[in-house]
């Protein structure tokens, strides 16, 4: 009998697949050159795209910056009983993503330039908003010390992160010992704010990110926990969104 042939895929799914390789190479592109060098018709020939196609989804390079930044950095969690596992989850899942994924290793670049928030935008805010939000969590089940200043902590969690991963990258020229080193760091940040009891039962083992992740990509759970940067828009002045070829 004979093999029966594929169906042709539909326009739509051929965009999708368009946009996604534009993603790919602009997280190659940005994270070899940062946003200033990177050239739209360099993204556009490792993409095997058409300049028609890339403005059909992005306006310009600092729209598909922007994109890029809000979509690699979705992150979805289970539920956990823990309030404080969930704190650690969410940073050892990026951890062990980004020691895997060129588009967010760019991601960490463009985000921390001192231009982001007025040319593409930043998450900062946003994590350092959920940080909070997380540790207000935590605080109301009991699981950290009455005296725990969760807007400091919020702050030093997401600066400690990312320089983490800065400083890891230019002392080592590789990311291999991030994961362990953010396990390190979060239960030492943790260890100050929290009751002892609750910290001895979060995991800040170096796999527990790559468990979750391939947990997640298996099987997503049915409610989730995690971050989306919806907000994210440059601030100060109106983002430029004319078509120009770098």
């Excluded at 594929?6 to 940005?30: C, N, V, Y």
């Excluded at 310009?60 to 309030?83: M, N, Y």
Aim: zero cysteines.
């Amino acid at each position: 009998m004979a093999d029966r042939e594929q169906p042709e895929p539909s326009a739509a799914e051929r965009a999708r697949t368009t946009r996604q390789r534009i993603l790919d190479a602009a997280g190659r592109e940005f994270e070899t050159t940062g946003y200033g060098g990177a050239s739209v018709n360099r993204i556009i020939a490792a993409a095997g795209a058409t300049k028609g196609a890339f403005y059909h989804h992005f306006a310009s390079k600092q729209h598909l910056a922007t994109t890029l930044l809000r979509e690699t950095l979705e992150v979805a969690l289970p539920p956990h009983d823990l309030a404080l596992q969930v704190i650690v989850d969410t940073g050892m899942v990026l951890a062990y993503r980004i020691t895997r994924e060129p588009a967010l290793r760019a991601a960490l670049r463009l985000s921390v330039a001192y231009s982001a928030p007025t040319t593409y935008g930043t998450p900062w805010p946003d994590w350092i908003r959920l940080n909070q939000q997380q540790l207000n969590d935590a605080k109301e089940a009991g699981e950290l010390e009455p005296y725990a200043d969760t807007t400091m902590a919020a702050h030093q969690i997401a600066g400690a992160w990312a320089g983490l991963a800065l400083i890891t990258h230019a002392v080592d020229q590789s990311l291999e010992h991030f994961e362990t080193r953010v396990g390190a760091m979060y239960k030492n940040l943790l260890t100050v704010v929290a009751k002892p009891r609750y910290v001895l039962q979060v995991d800040f083992s170096r796999d527990r990110g790559q468990q979750l992740y391939e947990a997640d990509t298996a099987a997503p759970p049915a409610v989730e926990e995690g971050m989306t940067f919806e907000g994210l828009e440059p601030m100060g002045r109106e983002a430029t969104r004319s078509p120009q070829a770098g």
